[in-house]
Each structure stands twice: as structure tokens, then as C-alpha cells.
């Protein structure tokens, strides 16, 4: 990721820089800009990541607006100069100006920029708003808040968000003790921009820490900063803010990967050692990036000087100043206000489309006391988690494990019931006593128009599903019990065959679907109850295929020709259940999607997503994550990070309308073709 952001820059090229006399003087006297082609080249990374297209802030190859002239830097646009011989002192002038390109159809993204606390003044330098403005992007304030929901709120209306460099941390937040070089702190940015950086995390805002940003990020995230380091390269110069004074190596990523977007653009990491020079003005450094992030650039004596995170977010941090660098600076916010854009085009689409995710197990872990209206770190779905991945509805199932054996389903349970009938029951009616408690937030959503109905609400939606038909006991009669409790599809059976068909994992029982099994997808067909073959083995799919009178589903399956699993479809499937008018929901459990010893990560699951597009026809493919049944990926690894998945598909150019589909418009519309069907 640093590798890809500042290679666009030779160790050799020109620095475009000011003296600090021209620092304070009007952007009219600032340095001429020398060529720099290959950098705007580089770093102009839209959606197609092509150089010469529209790019960040479109025009001139992707860092002057069109019209701009490339003749100087800093840029002329952000600050206004109360001093600048042509200002008007008119205000219709002003006002006229204003709206003579109303309505601006090119939304820029909002950067906040975190302040300084100077006395009774919020303050930062104005650098800072010059290369957010240059690289396209909407400079705002955000100012220390005592209140916690006052930070969350104010995070709602930004697409990424700027740490600042400034005072040292207080190391009481790191369990330390000061030591003697440590120097002022500043207690209610520690405070706040700590808070700060975590909820920006949850919520997938892209975050960029400069020099004590950096260090905000790794306390933040479990790592550590050196109160006061002593090295042999002098880390706080004397030259002027712009000037190099020391270089620092990119270090490429361990294994040869790619980085956190690499599938993109000129995402293919560094194969070597990559130098780079830059300014420096601190005493406080990382030496502990923490869980979350890895180091990606040292200078010369070992200091920690860049770090990336590597869980999928875009989240950087630097220990240099890249806002007093000029054009060699630029890069870095190139890129952060690269990733709001996409971003707040992520969020936006939320808005305006249907999310849904057709499987999720969080049941399983009812017995434990979990608190699905809460954030619960033991789940990977809750409602706060929902917000923050921009999720409208979930199918959650009740899971029931297959006894072996000689086994009772009462030793498979954590609750004391008769039998998987009363289990299914119990776990649906904990369900709707979570709704009842948050009722103006979530709902049991029973038929695709309650899911619209809940979205125009202003509600999330949660839709009713078993996992394993094992639930039915042998008898016929519990499916219309269970459709009247409000279940939409029904798995017909789970690692193990059953007394409905056979499974994936089974011993082949019946040869495919047994003669209940049979009068199941009849029953399932007459009530509209999808029916739901992940689990199944190929001859029970393709003789329920046969046998259903409506399209079927796969709930969370992914693509056997890129990891052969016997959970996963194969091609032949695949185009069976496309041309029967079904839909398959691609998984994110690891062991679908990536071999024994690779690791799964959302650019693996991204691939299959994409395979199953390609053999089946954009109309048939879905998500169906699998969270808390051992779904999760690097990158996607709760329902907080969903809006992910989106952020991809929107860089790989994929129209709304299809990531629409994917989202739950093809699955709710065979939901609706088979509820419509039912006699």
C-alpha cells in the first residue's frame, strides 16, 4: 500500500517545495511546479485505476481540476487570501458566483481533519485543508467533543478522516509511566482522537494518520509508541518544513502479497526495497504497530516510519508531514481522498438499495447470553454491526445440528428441549423477543414488502430460515407451523444425511431425495417456502432441482472449479440452477472459498463472486455470509465490514444496478415467485 502511493514519487525528482517566506505569501507567489506527469499518472486511481482517465479530482490527468493550470504550488483553491487584490466586497458577486455551477453534479468527499487545541482556540495549519482541497476532497474541522455519541455523530456526516500531527500522548493510555523527555500533552485530543480513530474503524471510514496520527492509530489498536526515542538519525529538523532531511525504506509485504486493494490498479507490491525521502519532526515514535496494522516503512536506524493496516481497511499512518511537502506530498491524500470517494459512493448506494444477507447462525450462540441490540464482541452480527456494514436484512436461521449415531438431538443443544421441533420454536422465540425490545429499529420481516416496508421505516429486517430440515421430526405438518411462525426457506439438511435427502458430507442413505424428502419440496412448493439445497449432495440437488414447481435456492454455497469442496457447486450445477430460474448466495467461510493452507481473504471471496456471475448470468448470484457459523474473511470479517464488498465491486466498475442484485434483489425476487406460487 506505501509502496504503491509513494513510488509514484523518484527519490531523484524535484520537490516543487517553498522557503518559509513563501509559505506565508499568497498563493499567487508560490514555486512553479516542474513536471511531474508520471506522478499524476500513477496516483490518478479511480475505479478503473487506468492512468488518463477522469481521476480524483478529474481533468489533467487526476490532480488539477479541469481549466486549472498546472503553473504553481501550493494550489490557489481552499484557503481564501482576505488580502487578494481581486476579492469582491460585493455579496451578490459572491452569491452569483456560487450558484453559477449550481447544482455541482461532482460531490466531493468530506475530510475531517482533527484539530489542535490551542487555549480556547481549535486550530490546525492550513496545509493541511490545501492538499485535501488539491486532491479533491472537502476540508471540515472536527474539534475534541467530551461526548462520546457527539464523536459517532460527527463521524455519520464524513467519508475519511485525517489524525493530525501535535502534542506527545499522555503514556498513561499505554499503562507507562513518563519518562523524562516526554513532552506536553494535550488531554482532550488524547481523549477524543483515541475514540476517534476506533469508531472511524468500526464504521470503515478511511483514516490517515500523519506523525502523531500515527501514533494516535497504534495506541488506538493495541500497539505501542517510544515516549522518547534515541536514534542516530536526527528525527527533528532544523530545515525548513518541506525540505527532505533523512530517507526511509518501503518495506513490501511479507510473502510476496498484494496490498490491502491490490487487485487493482498498480496494486502489486514491491518485489524489492524501495527508497523514499522525507521530511521529520518528532521525538515520539512506533515501535509496536499492533494486530491490526503491519509496519511498512523504516528509516535508516530502524524507526518506525509508515504502517498499513492489514485486516482490508484503508486505514495508513505516517510518521512524516506529508502536508508541508507540496506535490510530493500529494499522494498520500490522493489516495485518502480516493478512498472517501469511494466510500461515500458505497454509503449512498446502501441507501438507495436493498441489502440483504440470505444466512447468518447467529442463534447458535443465544445459549451464551449474547446481546444482539448491543455491540457484543462474541457475535459477528448484531444491530450496531449492521449499521455500521449498512445491512438491511438478514436471513438468521435456526441451525440444528445431525446427531451421529446413537446420539440424542437433546445432547447437541445447549438448551433443555424435547426435540428439534420445540428447538426451532424456542430460537424463533427469542428472535421476535429481540424485536420486541427495539421495536422502532428491527423487525421479523415475513415476506419481501415487509423487508421494503421495514427499509422505508427507517428499521432493519430479520427473516426467519432452519437450517437442516431435521426441524420437521418426519412430520409433514411442521411446514406450515413453521411458514405461519414466518420462515421463508428451509435447508434441507446439514453435514449428514437425514430422513429428507442426502447431504455433501453423508454416506449417500437414499440415492438423493428420500420419499419424504419428496413430499417436503411438495409441501415446501404449495406453502412458498423457499427451498434451500447448500448442504445437499449433487443427487439430491439435482432431483430436487427436477422436482420443485419453483426456482431453488442455495443459501451460502460457493464455486467448486476455484476450491474443490464437496459443499461447493460445480459449474454443471451451477448452470442447472440458473436455467431453473434459482439463485446461489456465494459464502465467506474460509473453507469454501480458498484451499487447505491458503488464506481466505475478500479479494478470494470477490473471485468467486465473480466465477459464479460469469457461468450463471448477473440475475442469479447473491451473498450469503455464513456469520457466526464460521463465516468471515480478512477484509469482511463481521457484519460491520459488508459495505466492503461493495466498495470492490464499485472499483472493478460493476453498475449499481447489478450490485443491486447481488445484494438481494435476486434473491427476494425468487423469495416473491415463490410465495406467489403458493396455493
Not at 488524547?190 to 490517515?208: C, K, S, T, V
Not at 444477507?357 to 444491530?383: E, N, Q, W
Not at 417456502?529 to 448442504?535: A, E, G, K, Q, R
Request: glycine share 10%; charged share 20%; with cysteine.
Amino acid at each position: 500500500m506505501i509502496h504503491n502511493i509513494l513510488k509514484t514519487i523518484s527519490p531523484s525528482s524535484s520537490r516543487g517545495e517553498t522557503s518559509p517566506s513563501e509559505q506565508n505569501a499568497s498563493p499567487s507567489s508560490a514555486t512553479p511546479l516542474r513536471d511531474g506527469s508520471k506522478a499524476r499518472q500513477t496516483m490518478e486511481r479511480n475505479t478503473t485505476g487506468k492512468p488518463g482517465s477522469p481521476g480524483i479530482t478529474g481533468g489533467n490527468n487526476g490532480i488539477y481540476p479541469q481549466g486549472r493550470s498546472n503553473a504553481a504550488y501550493p494550489p490557489q483553491g481552499g484557503v481564501m487570501s482576505a488580502s487578494c487584490p481581486s476579492a469582491s466586497f460585493s455579496i451578490d458577486d459572491i452569491v452569483s458566483e456560487a450558484y453559477s455551477g449550481y447544482p455541482d453534479s461532482s460531490r466531493r468527499p468530506v475530510i475531517g481533519i482533527t484539530a489542535n487545541v490551542c487555549g480556547e482556540d481549535y486550530a490546525h495549519r492550513q496545509a493541511y485543508f490545501r492538499q485535501v482541497t488539491e486532491a479533491g476532497g472537502l476540508p471540515v474541522m472536527l474539534c475534541p467533543m467530551e461526548d462520546a455519541r457527539q464523536c459517532a455523530s460527527m463521524l455519520d456526516i464524513v467519508d475519511g478522516v485525517i489524525l493530525t500531527g501535535g502534542s506527545d500522548h499522555n503514556p498513561l493510555w499505554m499503562g507507562e509511566e513518563p519518562v523524562r523527555g516526554l513532552g506536553g500533552i494535550n488531554p482532550a485530543r488524547d481523549r477524543f482522537e483515541l475514540l476517534l480513530a476506533r469508531l472511524a474503524y468500526n464504521r470503515n471510514i478511511p483514516m490517515l494518520g500523519i506523525c502523531r496520527g500515527i501514533q494516535t492509530m497504534a495506541i488506538a489498536f493495541g500497539g505501542h509508541v517510544v515516549q522518547d526515542i534515541t536514534s542516530r538519525v536526527k528525527h527533528s529538523q532544523d530545515a525548513p518544513k518541506g525540505e527532505p532531511t533523512h530517507s526511509i525504506i518501503i518495506e513490501p509485504r511479507g510473502g510476496g502479497g498484494e496490498d490491502m486493494y491490490g487487485v487493482l490498479g498498480n496494486g502489486v507490491c514491491a518485489r524489492r526495497l524501495f527508497p523514499h525521502y522525507v521530511n521529520s519532526f518528532h521525538h515520539q515514535a512506533v515501535d509496536d504497530a499492533g494486530p491490526l496494522f503491519r509496519v511498512a516503512a523504516r528509516s535508516a536506524d530502524g524507526i518506525v516510519e509508515a504502517m498499513e493496516c492489514v485486516t482490508g481497511h484503508s486505514a495508513l499512518g505516517v510518521q512524516w508531514h506529508p502536508e508541508q511537502m507540496g506535490r510530493e506530498g500529494l499522494p498520500l491524500f490522493q489516495w485518502l481522498v480516493s478512498e472517501a470517494r469511494i466510500f461515500s459512493k458505497s454509503k449512498s448506494l446502501h441507501r438507495r438499495i436493498m441489502t440483504v444477507d440470505s444466512h447468518c447462525d447467529t442463534p447458535m450462540f443465544f445459549a451464551k447470553g449474547v446481546d444482539f441490540l448491543s455491540r457484543d464482541s462474541r457475535i459477528l452480527y448484531d444491530l450496531p454491526k449492521m449499521d455500521e456494514g449498512h445491512i438491511d436484512a438478514v436471513q438468521m436461521v435456526c441451525y440444528l445440528p445431525q446427531p451421529k449415531l446413537g446420539q440424542r438431538f437433546s445432547e447437541c443443544v445447549d438448551f433443555a428441549v424435547d426435540g428439534p421441533a420445540s428447538y426451532a420454536d424456542l430460537i424463533f422465540d427469542k428472535i421476535e423477543d429481540i424485536c420486541r425490545q427495539a421495536p422502532s429499529r428491527l423487525s421479523i420481516a415475513r415476506t419481501p414488502a415487509d423487508v421494503y416496508r421495514d427499509k422505508r421505516s427507517g428499521r432493519h429486517s430479520i427473516i426467519l430460515g432452519i437450517e437442516n430440515g431435521l426441524a420437521l421430526e418426519h412430520d409433514i405438518r411442521q411446514i406450515q407451523h413453521f411458514r405461519q411462525r414466518g420462515v421463508t426457506y428451509i435447508t434441507l439438511c446439514h453435514n449428514g444425511d437425514n430422513d429428507i435427502c442426502d447431504s455433501a458430507r453423508g454416506c449417500q442413505t437414499h440415492g438423493g431425495l428420500s420419499s419424504f424428502g419428496r413430499d417436503v419440496i411438495r409441501e415446501m412448493n404449495r406453502l412458498g417456502i423457499m427451498v434451500d439445497l447448500s448442504h445437499a449432495a449433487e443427487t439430491s440437488f439435482y432431483q430436487a432441482l427436477e422436482l420443485s414447481s419453483t426456482p431453488i435456492v442455495c443459501s451460502h454455497s460457493s464455486c467448486r472449479a476455484l476450491c474443490d469442496h464437496p459443499r461447493n457447486l460445480t459449474d454443471d450445477q451451477m448452470r442447472a440452477l440458473a436455467a431453473a430460474g434459482g439463485v446461489m448466495q456465494i459464502t465467506l467461510y474460509h473453507g469454501f472459498l480458498a484451499k487447505d493452507g491458503e488464506e481466505a481473504t475478500i479479494d478470494t471471496f470477490i473471485r468467486h463472486l465473480y466465477h459464479a456471475i460469469d457461468i450463471m448470468g448477473i440475475d442469479h448470484v447473491g451473498i450469503g455470509t455464513d456469520f457466526d457459523g464460521d463465516g468471515g474473511v480478512r477484509g469482511i470479517a463481521s457484519a460491520s465490514e459488508l459495505i466492503n464488498i461493495t466498495r470492490h465491486l464499485l472499483r472493478y466498475n460493476m453498475p449499481e444496478g447489478d450490485i443491486e442484485k447481488l445484494w438481494g434483489k435476486n434473491w427476494l425476487r425468487v423469495m416473491n415467485l415463490c410465495q406467489a406460487a403458493a396455493n
